[in-house]
């Protein structure tokens, strides 16, 4: 569904390494775009309370946008430089934006005390230059809630499909932050639970060549009764767990200048 939000154009829409086809079927109702947000909430859903003015960098069809505004009543500020998802954004009141955060503009200067950088890093290639580019519109002492997928070992055809440049575990984060002057104040592993799954997956679609068949067998949970059954197993892990997972959550936290 094309959605009809006003975008704002601050810079010129461009190419960014993400599969369209993944904005067909990732839906706020969809299994695992459920239990993220759940992860969130218990790891940083205060600071989603606490803060003045939150931005999503990499927000594409607005899905945590909406979570966030129909759990908290709060507006997301939600930057992308892809045209297709911008167009097909779902939030309901958030403003949207088409800006390259590289392009650091003057207005955008410490704006946000909570920057949401959610299934966005493992896309990038240079992530240095890019973490250098988000703290540009943190403000001192703010925090940015990452969500990345877990395990090279996991590492797959989907990856590839998906755009993925790599998977991380909780060694390579805090190696990140560290080396730019981040803090990480807590994280978590989770999808325990769906390991397996993930596993299965690499397998099954270990010989498929086309790339929106990956993203579509990938990812789509197939039925109602399927999502269902995924979301009640996703659920059985207690959070924060440092064990292993599909994903990992952390907040990082900026020094106060």
């Given amino acids: 569904m094309t959605a009809t939000r006003e975008i704002t154009y601050i810079s010129t829409p461009a190419a960014v390494s993400m599969a369209d086809k993944w904005f067909e079927v990732a839906t706020t109702d969809h299994f695992w775009i ?112 990452v969500n990345v997928p877990a395990g090279q070992w996991a590492f797959s055809s989907y990856d590839r499909a998906a755009g993925h440049v790599r998977r991380y575990s909780s060694k390579m984060l805090q190696t990140v932050a560290e080396e730019h002057r981040l803090k990480v104040k807590t994280w978590t592993y989770w999808g325990l639970p769906l390991v397996p799954a993930l596993l299965l997956r690499k397998i099954w679609l270990g010989r498929e060549k086309d790339q929106d068949k990956i993203i579509l067998k990938g990812f789509d949970s197939r039925s109602k009764f399927a999502d269902r059954c995924l979301r009640a197993l996703a659920k059985c892990e207690p959070i924060p767990q440092k064990f292993l997972g599909t994903s990992l959550l952390a907040v990082l936290e900026a020094g106060s200048e």
């Fill in 34 to 145: 459920h239990r993220r947000f759940e992860v969130f909430q218990e790891l940083a859903g205060q600071l989603v309370l606490e803060a003045k003015e939150i931005a999503e960098i990499g927000c594409g069809n607005g899905l945590l946008q909406r979570q966030i505004e129909e759990k908290y009543g709060r507006t997301v500020v939600g930057c992308d430089l892809n045209d297709y998802a911008l167009k097909r954004n779902v939030s309901l009141r958030s403003p949207i934006l088409c800006y390259d955060i590289f392009q650091k503009n003057k207005e955008m200067y410490q704006r946000f005390d909570f920057i949401l950088l959610f299934d966005v890093l493992e896309h990038i290639t240079e992530e240095g230059e890019f973490i250098e580019a988000i703290k540009f519109h943190l403000a001192p002492g703010g925090r940015i809630a």
